[in-house]
Each structure stands twice: as C-alpha cells, then as structure tokens.
C-alpha cells in the first residue's frame, strides 16, 4: 500500500495549485471605471438556500445599500462589468 501515498499526494497538490493560483492574482481593491460600470460581488444566499447569489450594481448603487466597493472588493469581488 505505501506505493500509491506519492499518486495520492500529487492528486492533492493538483488540485490545490488553481485555488492558490486564483487567489494570487486577484486586486486588492475594485478595478476602476465609470458612473456606469457594474461590480458584481457575491451576496449572503437568501434563507433556505445554499446557492451562491452574485448581483451587479454600479458603485453609487453599492453605496446605497451600505457597501463600500473598494473594501470588500477582494473578499467578495467577482467580475466587472461595462
């Protein structure tokens, strides 16, 4: 049995080097646009449901809701838009 410990470590370190990649390369703060740029951000999911919701919204709608874009950009941020 200790020939297949090398097959399952490098299965695990395949696995682990997109995540640790993706994390790297992602900006601390949104990127900069327009009055008519939309950040989509990943929200809580709604009660009930496990299902990640993202919205799009530009920076002014974000602000009303009580968000700060730029803050929470690199814990939730996801794409931008326009």
Do not use: I, K, N
Request: proline share 7%; aromatic share 8%.
């Amino acid at each position: 049995m200790p020939a297949f410990h090398p097959f399952l470590a490098l299965a695990l370190l395949a696995g682990a080097a997109p995540l640790a990649a993706s994390e790297e390369t992602r900006p601390a703060a949104a990127p900069t646009g327009d009055a008519d740029t939309r950040y989509c951000m990943r929200v809580e999911p709604a009660t009930g449901t496990r299902v990640e919701r993202v919205v799009c919204w530009t920076r002014a709608r974000w602000a009303s809701q009580g968000v700060d874009v730029d803050a929470d950009w690199a814990e939730e941020g996801v794409r931008v838009e326009g």
